[in-house]
């Protein structure tokens, strides 16, 4: 194997492990997230679907099904990494650290999956 299928595999996996545990808190401590995007001004009504299009979106990206949704699914998750950045940061809950590695991990991964197949659109 070469190091970028490597690095390829090791920040996705890491992207798509926070983005489902993301989206099962959203599930299990519904409490607790509503009381947080309350106190920043979210809509609470998206908590949920939310936590569906994460699972959705790492679906998406794992099977390769489609590749336009791949690419919707990198979008989506790169502005809500940067967003949960953000309000962790605003909020002072030290949130933002995990928030940040997540922001890191679809960038690598999104950069080593154009490197490694052909139907990806290129970055660079």
């Known amino acids: 194997m070469d190091k970028q299928r490597i690095f390829y595999w090791i920040s996705t996996g890491i992207m798509c492990a926070i983005f489902l545990f993301s989206a099962c808190m959203y599930f299990s401590k519904y409490e607790m997230v509503s009381s947080f995007y ?24 794992l099977t390769r099904f489609s590749p336009l949704l791949k690419e919707w699914a990198y979008a ?3 502005f809500d990494s940067l967003a949960a950045f953000s309000a962790h940061q605003v909020a002072h809950d030290g949130g933002a650290g995990l928030a940040a590695v997540a922001l890191l991990a679809v960038i690598a ?3 080593f ?3 490694l197949h052909k139907d990806s659109p290129k970055l660079i």
């Open 38 to 61: 309350g106190m920043l001004g979210f809509p609470i009504w998206m908590i949920y679907p939310l936590a569906g299009l994460k699972i959705l979106g790492v679906v998406a990206i």
């Open 76 to 78: 989506g998750f790169f």
């Open 109 to 111: 991964s999104r950069y």
């Open 113 to 115: 999956e154009s490197r």
